[in-house]
């Protein structure tokens, strides 16, 4: 019974004035936001959100976690989602639950042992579901996070295709396990699709190459050779040349140009194309 009439306490905070109390909330979470989203869009979740709670209040809900409180939790998901997509912060976040416990402080003037009763009920409520709400966020961000890498290590392994018959893989950056993977699927399946014999991985954007580099490397290039193409490695650079003997790295039986122009070259050779200079000579 006890339960029962702190809710019916909660829902009649709520209820008062239910109208004005609804906007003012509104209000103040759109001035938090700083005008990085419309009112309307706002009036919408939070209209919907503050019927949610006072319904589940009436149900008997004052736990966060409770039956009663699904709807309310599921709108919290979905503003949460939201937020983290448009790019807001956690606090940001929160605060489109917290500022309510703000807009009822006015309420408690003048009124009876009651009432701030109910409204230390609801402020340990509204903690509760802004905690939900801040775990939700972040998870929707590691989410994001984890799908923008995604996007990114496919964004910076191209494959291209230079001649008929001849592809290229220039790379930029650190190779690591979890990228030597996408470049491997990438290279395979290009030349499946263009029939190429003739493979280039240029590394002239690799900072560095170090033995689990180019372990990465030759695992790519059996790879490729399983598939039947030929590969060559271009990019060597004086220092990386340098860093190469030093660690004692053998590359066997692996061709290595110190451009992506000699490679094309000698790919372009390989083909059986005849290459022409501006002088008539052929090479």
């Known amino acids: 019974m006890a339960k029962q009439g702190t809710g019916s306490g909660l829902v009649g905070l709520l209820s008062a004035d239910e109208g004005s109390l609804a906007d003012q909330w509104i209000d103040s979470v759109v001035g938090s936001l700083k005008g990085r989203i419309s009112k309307a869009e706002v009036g919408r979740e939070l209209h919907e959100l503050y019927g949610a709670l006072v319904e589940a209040l009436r149900a008997g809900g004052t736990d966060a976690q409770s039956q009663e409180m699904s709807e309310t939790r599921a709108l919290l998901t979905e503003l949460s989602r939201n937020r983290a997509r448009q790019g807001f912060t956690p606090t940001e976040t929160a605060i489109s639950v917290l500022a309510l416990k703000r807009v009822l402080e006015p309420a408690l003037n003048g009124g009876s042992a009651a009432d701030v009763a109910a409204y230390l009920e609801l402020g340990r409520l509204l903690d509760d579901l802004a905690l939900f709400t801040l775990e939700t966020y972040a998870r929707a961000r590691e989410e994001i996070i984890s799908a923008q890498a995604v996007q990114l290590m496919e964004l910076s ?79 060597i650079r004086p220092q990386i040349a340098q860093t190469i003997v030093a660690l004692g790295i053998e590359f066997g039986d692996i061709v290595t140009k110190a451009t992506l122009a000699d490679a094309l070259k000698l790919a372009l050779t390989r083909s059986g194309v005849d290459l022409v200079t501006r002088g008539g000579d052929q090479r």
């Open 157 to 235: 392994t191209p494959v291209v295709k230079l001649w008929d018959g001849v592809v290229a893989v220039p790379l930029v950056g650190t190779l690591d396990s979890a990228r030597t993977q996408v470049v491997m699927e990438k290279l395979l399946q290009a030349l499946v699709e263009t029939g190429s014999e003739q493979a280039i991985i240029d590394i002239t954007g690799v900072p560095a190459v170090d033995t689990q580099v180019a372990q990465h490397l030759l695992k790519t290039i059996v790879a490729a050779r399983l598939m039947g193409a030929d590969c060559t490695v271009s990019g």
